[in-house]
């Protein structure tokens, strides 16, 4: 069974600073790796997704993260925040459970806060 | 192109009632899946929808049913609604296939008293 594990609940990281949130996962498949983004009271907005390919996969709003395989992680990054990026963060796996079904399990969310 | 919609946005509901809320998938998906997110958690999968037929389910009792429409559309009935099914429920397309991409709606909030 897929799980996904995001390290921190809560960053806080001052407006123009780097930040980096983190997450791992496990299954015993080959899965597909998604970032989500959610503003209050709103649903969630694909940030990335990592299919296949390169492991450098490059989002809107100027996200990006990196698949390490062997480390079994598909951290979220990006260089400079804005006070506009405030807002709750889900990792998610997807893997095939069978008759082409491709659930997604998620992370429990990490609230990331700018600080201006 | 529109989105994924769904109704209502909020709806609140006493303890032992029953609730259908409803979803619009975004054009050309046919896959329509149901999630339940709890206040400070991270949506949890409750079933998927393919070709009006329930294709996979989460661990959610059998009070949680769905259908889904020739048009792609589904619902999602909740049966003897306990405190502990207030949530934001987020209903979710992707195309033919299921590995690709799913793209969210903006939820309905239920509130059970």
């Known amino acids: 069974a897929q799980s996904v594990t995001q390290l921190d609940s809560q960053v806080p990281v001052f407006e123009e600073a780097p930040v980096e949130l983190r997450c791992n996962y496990s299954s015993s498949v080959s899965v597909y790796l998604f970032w989500y983004v959610q503003y209050p009271n709103q649903g969630l907005q694909l940030l990335l997704k990592?299919?296949?390919?390169?492991?450098l996969v490059k989002g809107i709003n100027g996200f990006e993260a990196e698949f390490n395989k062997s480390q079994t992680s598909f951290h979220l990054r990006k260089p400079s925040v804005h006070i506009s990026d405030t807002a709750e963060y889900f990792c998610a796996v997807s893997e095939d459970s069978g008759a082409g079904s491709y659930q997604l399990t998620f992370g429990k969310g990490t609230k990331l806060s700018v600080i201006p | 192109d529109a989105g994924v919609t769904q109704s209502p946005t909020h709806l609140i509901k006493t303890r032992g009632q029953q609730v259908t809320l409803r979803c619009s998938p975004k054009s050309g998906h046919d896959t329509v899946s149901w999630y339940q997110q709890a206040l400070g958690q991270g949506p949890q999968f409750i079933f998927q929808?393919?070709?009006?037929?329930?294709?996979q389910r989460g661990n959610f009792p059998d009070r949680f049913s769905g259908h889904q429409f020739p048009n792609y559309s589904s619902e999602l009935n909740v049966n003897a609604l306990l405190l502990g099914d207030s949530a934001l429920y987020l209903c979710?397309?992707?195309?033919?296939?299921?590995?690709?991409?799913?793209?969210f709606g903006p939820g309905t909030r239920l509130t059970v008293l």
């Open positions: 929808y393919y070709e009006e037929e329930e294709r």
């Open positions: 990592y299919l296949s390919g390169s492991t």
């Open positions: 979710a397309s992707s195309r033919p296939g299921g590995a690709d991409t799913q793209y």
